[in-house]
């Protein structure tokens, strides 16, 4: 017997449209496995209406980016009163924003290194911080338009400035962490493991190291100290609630180990919508935890609400 009627929302039109149909394709499969009746709809701009006319019991939210994860679709569903999965307005919406995401978490009690928001055209020629320095997009996710600007480098690079940059004009420049890269995710109101990511042939964890097969390794548990391990659990859902995350999340940290064990966390941002594709970090988390993926998906469909 069918569990309910579950909308899976995928593709969308961010430019993490990709991923968000290969995260939504493996939901809903998965959900179909475990007895849910699934309609799969690839988001454009009439999503309202059709899901005013389907009616489902429940939303399942894959988008990603933009539209997807930044309050927009979740206040249509609020509208709509269809109980969705993941983050609700607010929350998402911050979380969206880096800039504003890092100050709350700061208030809250979690580490983040300095950063500034600047227009990308007033960077001009000159270092807007001393290198090593990222510049990233505020309001994008899966590594799309992250540089790093390494020590020795005479100033800032020119994409930053040019007509090939498509992923707005306000930018964040932040501090460059040296380290290891980390990930925890959140359930509810536990704190799965933590994974150390390694990527394999990229300088960082970018987006073919994100996504491609063989493009990152992931080292289950962390190879780090006991006390570390259970600071980056303790700082995760401490981001969690303070942004006012809502079922699942993922939070990333840089951990600089060369000089102490001790060493340096620092909190770079939260994803309420983690990646459900393949090669994705939140669903091996939650297998270690013994969740089996439909297992999952379903606590997450039974977790979904209105007014999130």
Request: charged share 20%; hydrophobic share 35%; with cysteine.
């Amino acid at each position: 017997m069918s569990k309910g009627h579950v909308a899976v929302l995928m593709g969308g039109f961010s430019s993490e449209r990709p991923v968000s149909l290969s995260s939504g394709a493996a939901c809903a499969d998965a959900l179909e496995g475990v007895g849910y009746r699934v309609t799969r709809i690839d988001v454009d701009r009439n999503v309202a209406s059709v899901l005013h006319e389907l009616k489902p019991d429940v939303v399942f939210n894959a988008l990603h980016g933009p539209f997807g994860e930044d309050g927009t679709i979740q206040g249509i569903l609020e509208y709509l009163q269809i109980p969705y999965t993941h983050s609700g307005v607010l929350a998402s919406a911050l979380a969206m924003d880096k800039d504003q995401a890092k100050k709350v978490a700061k208030a809250g009690g979690v580490p983040v290194a300095e950063s500034r928001v600047m227009d990308r055209h007033d960077i001009g020629s000159n270092h807007p911080m001393k290198p090593p320095y990222v510049v990233k997009p505020v309001n994008e996710g899966s590594s799309f338009g992250v540089v790093i600007v390494r020590e020795g480098q005479t100033h800032p690079p020119q994409v930053i400035g040019s007509s090939e940059w498509k992923y707005g004009d306000r930018i964040m420049v932040e501090r460059f962490i040296e380290g290891r890269e980390l990930t925890c995710a959140v359930m509810g109101d536990v704190a799965l493991g933590v994974i150390e990511i390694i990527p394999q042939g990229h300088t960082f964890y970018d987006f073919d190291s994100k996504y491609v097969p063989g493009g990152s390794k992931h080292e289950y548990p962390a190879k780090i100290s006991p006390n570390i391990y259970q600071k980056i659990q303790t700082l995760a859902l401490k981001a969690h609630r303070a942004i006012g995350c809502r079922g699942v999340s993922r939070s990333d940290f840089r951990y600089d180990d060369r000089f102490s064990e001790e060493g340096e966390v620092i909190w770079l941002e939260v994803n309420t919508q983690p990646g459900m594709t393949p090669t994705s970090l939140v669903p091996e988390l939650a297998q270690h935890a013994g969740h089996d993926f439909g297992e999952f998906l379903a606590w997450m469909v039974e977790d979904a609400s209105c007014l999130r």
